[in-house]
């Protein structure tokens, strides 16, 4: 047997063994029968299966192109296709990671954040003098996440002035801007846990797709002014857990369905 033929029937049972590891890494996290660290640790191992696949995929790939042979098309083609997508997604969510500062409680405003009262099992400390290393940089949580949302920040879209009807009030900018974040809130899929129109807090959590861990969120509605009103939300995670910038990552998304 030719070693391109052999070498595509490797990456396809090496693809195969990659794509149950990370299965069984999903799922045992998902049912709480091992740590989330536990689950990147398995996750690791189909990583390094998985390039293992792409490069006997490759190996095949190179000699039936330079030859023009299909013999061992299906079974290389499969794993060239599978190992890259088993490779990419985690090694992209990593890539991610090292991008965003490596915080677990992140917010808007980190010289004064929202406060959990429903939740306070997470994030009942925000740590804003803590020392990490970002960009090159070494310097406290709240100037990195002031550095990281000076890039980020984007003008909400205004509050629409109310037309009065007769006998009825117009709500409040705050009150308008309250019930906004919490429809977008139950829109994104967070599970709502609390809220309060009157301290203007809105508590939920959600949870990543692929582990299912679960973030914190609290979202805090202010009056701005004597015509407008703000927001501010803080994300947190299980500490010491790395979060890949997934809360940073639920912010932004926030914002975005917020402008929609």
């Not at 809220?195 to 509605?221: C, H, L, Y």
């Amino acid at each position: 047997m030719r070693f391109p033929l052999l070498a595509a029937r490797l990456a396809f049972a090496a693809t195969l063994i990659a794509a149950a590891t990370a299965l069984l890494a999903i799922l045992v996290v998902r049912a709480r029968a091992a740590s989330f660290a536990t689950g990147l640790q398995i996750m690791g191992v189909s990583v390094a299966l998985g390039l293992i696949a792409l490069v006997l995929a490759l190996i095949w790939l190179v000699d039936a192109l330079r030859h023009n042979r299909g013999d061992g098309k299906r079974a290389g083609m499969t794993a060239f296709l599978g190992a890259l997508i088993l490779v990419f997604v985690p090694l992209h969510t990593v890539y991610q990671g090292i991008k965003a500062p490596p915080v677990h409680d992140v917010t808007t405003d980190p010289d004064d954040p929202p406060r959990f009262v429903a939740l306070a099992g997470n994030g009942a400390h925000f740590d804003a003098a803590a020392m990490i290393d970002y960009r090159g940089e070494h310097n406290s949580v709240s100037y990195m996440l002031h550095e990281y949302y000076s890039g980020l920040t984007k003008p909400l879209m205004p509050i629409l002035p109310c037309s009065p009807k007769p006998g009825v009030a117009c709500p409040s900018p705050a009150s308008k801007m309250f019930w906004r974040c919490f429809n977008r809130a139950k829109d994104m899929g967070w599970r709502i846990v609390d809220f309060n129109e009157k301290e203007g807090r809105i508590e939920a959590v959600a949870t990543s797709f692929w582990f299912a861990q679960p973030s914190d969120i609290v979202v805090r509605v202010r009056p701005a002014g004597t015509m407008g009103a703000r927001f501010d939300v803080r994300v947190a995670s299980e500490k010491d857990a790395p979060d890949f910038g997934h809360n940073l990552d639920l912010i932004k998304a926030y914002r975005v369905a917020l402008n929609s």
